[in-house]
């Protein structure tokens, strides 16, 4: 590959860089400003929406799974139980483990937002018809796969 070319390709891959961090920021926004009005911050939405459809979990693997430190993790916890969204519940096998449990209350205002989060995630991407989001997705994946094998 020429001088040029290379570039021109180096180039090219910072004007892609430049574009999905903008699109990601921009679609993060909206993500956020529709959680708020439901009373709730990003990560507080995490949560629910992980016990509201995968069930009890562990505390500690929670941060594993919406990308949040322990520390955070507590502190998340800590305000949805205040809210009386979620419980802390004793795991009667080991003593070490915590598991939070979405509430009643939590379960249904997870059952009253989640159908209008799922339709405002809709809304954000109607910008694409179906086959280019089944390509986004796999354009993505693969980008994404690249990375992680960087490290």
Known sequence: MSTESNQNETNLSLKLFIVLSRANRAIADLVEEDIK???????????????????????????KKVLLSSGSITYVVDKLEKKNLLERKACPNDRRVTYASITTDGQELMRTIFPKHEQEINNIFSGLDHEEKKVVIELLKKLGHKAKNEK
Do not use: C, R, S
């Open 37 to 63: 009005t439901y009373g709730l911050n990003p990560t507080e939405f995490a949560v629910l929406e992980l016990l509201y459809h995968k069930g009890d979990q562990p505390i500690q693997h929670i941060g």
